[in-house]
Nanobody, 123 residues
């Protein structure tokens, strides 16, 4: 019943910025915590950021604190990830997901996933 579509990925130089978007379908968007995860080749999918229903509370992985900002617009059923001061290690396929419950940081807490958008940081 929920579909998520990421966009906004691309190639960027170190220190550059990108803004990812995740468009959600369905009526449950505003009542759901949303998250961003990423997966690099040879690595496990890891938590990046999450945002509560109203957007009042936000959570970040230590690796992106101070550089990334998660936000949402419930009138547009869209969640965003503003990524600043990008580093080589940020290169990954980025996924948005809807949480159904449990630990904000765990992939197992999310039940719907987009197919990802690629972010490549290269000089």
């Amino acid at each position: 019943q929920v579909q998520l579509v990421e966009s906004g990925g691309g190639l960027v130089q170190p220190g550059g910025s990108l803004r990812l978007s995740c468009a959600a379908s369905g009526r449950t968007f505003s009542s759901s915590v949303m998250g961003w995860f990423r997966q690099a080749p040879g690595k496990e999918r890891e938590f990046v950021a999450a945002i509560t229903q109203s957007g009042a509370n936000r959570y970040y992985a230590d690796s992106v604190k101070g550089r990334f900002t998660i936000s949402r617009d419930n009138t547009k059923n869209t969640v965003y990830l503003q990524m600043n001061n990008l580093k080589y290690e940020d290169t990954a396929l980025y996924y948005c997901a809807r949480r159904y419950g449990g630990n904000y940081y765990s992939t197992t807490s999310y039940d719907y996933w987009g197919r990802g958008t690629q972010v490549t940081v290269s000089s």
